[in-house]
């Protein structure tokens, strides 16, 4: 079993030295440091988290130090669980050992589901009042409504295969069928207003 330590700075102008002796004044002489900003990519948590083997024990400053979000840090914490390694913080008194450490992870777990629930109903909310303000998103339609009407019309005939209306057009097999969908509101096309 081994006692690691993780420590990070937020900003390149500070240090990790009161992390560093708070892990001393704990005991921890394997650290780990990650000298980057939350927001990008973590190379030495990975690493660290790749090495970790059950029985082990991560241990941190504070929980700040370790996630950037309440979900991030449900991920992290998912990931010690399967493979049957402890997790510690010094400053809030955490640790997955006791009932109250183990208590504490799953309210935060039921608060990262609160959080993706809220972000979740929100973006619903902005498409649509987006949609009803009229405006759109993705890419530009490749045929317009009245060309994807006259290709409809020229399928329909029997004249055409989809195959060479395609050609015709300049676009593949799929995307005629799905214009000629959308005009004849089929399909995911279905029910949508005209």
């Given at each position: 079993?081994?006692?690691?330590?993780?420590?990070?700075?937020s900003t390149l102008?500070?240090?990790?030295?009161?992390q560093l002796a708070?892990?001393?004044?704990?005991?921890?002489?394997?650290?780990?440091?990650?000298?980057?900003?939350?927001?990008?990519?973590?190379?030495?948590?990975?690493?660290?988290?790749?090495?970790?083997?059950?029985?082990?024990?991560?241990?941190?400053?504070?929980?700040?130090?370790?996630?950037?979000?309440?979900?991030?840090f449900v991920k992290?914490?998912?990931?010690?669980?399967?493979?049957?390694?402890?997790?510690?913080?010094?400053?809030?008194?955490?640790?997955?050992?006791?009932?109250?450490?183990?208590?504490?992870?799953?309210?935060?777990?039921?608060?990262?589901?609160?959080?993706?629930?809220?972000?979740?109903?929100?973006?619903?909310?902005?498409?649509?009042?987006?949609?009803?303000?009229?405006?759109?998103?993705?890419?530009?339609?490749?045929?317009?409504?009245?060309?994807?009407?006259?290709?409809?019309?020229?399928?329909?005939?029997?004249?055409?295969?989809?195959?060479?209306?395609?050609?015709?057009?300049?676009?593949?097999?799929?995307?005629?069928?799905?214009?000629?969908?959308?005009?004849?509101?089929?399909?995911?096309?279905?029910?949508?207003?005209?």
């Open positions: 079993m081994t006692v690691w330590g993780y420590a990070r700075v102008e500070q240090n990790t030295a009161a708070a892990f001393r004044r704990a005991g921890i002489e394997q650290v780990v440091e990650e000298k980057r900003s939350g927001v990008k990519d973590r190379p030495e948590l990975e690493k660290l988290l790749l090495q970790l083997q059950a029985g082990d024990v991560l241990v941190v400053y504070k929980l700040d130090r370790l996630a950037r979000s309440v979900s991030h992290v914490f998912d990931q010690l669980k399967a493979k049957g390694v402890g997790f510690r913080s010094l400053t809030e008194a955490i640790e997955t050992d006791t009932p109250q450490g183990r208590m504490f992870l799953h309210l935060l777990t039921a608060f990262a589901e609160f959080e993706r629930e809220l972000i979740r109903e929100r973006c619903l909310a902005g498409q649509r009042a987006a949609r009803a303000a009229g405006k759109t998103w993705g890419r530009k339609r490749v045929l317009s409504d009245d060309d994807a009407a006259q290709a409809a019309n020229a399928w329909r005939s029997g004249w055409y295969t989809q195959a060479v209306l395609a050609d015709m057009l300049g676009v593949t097999v799929a995307c005629l069928r799905d214009c000629i969908h959308r005009h004849e509101r089929r399909g995911r096309w279905a029910g949508l207003p005209t």
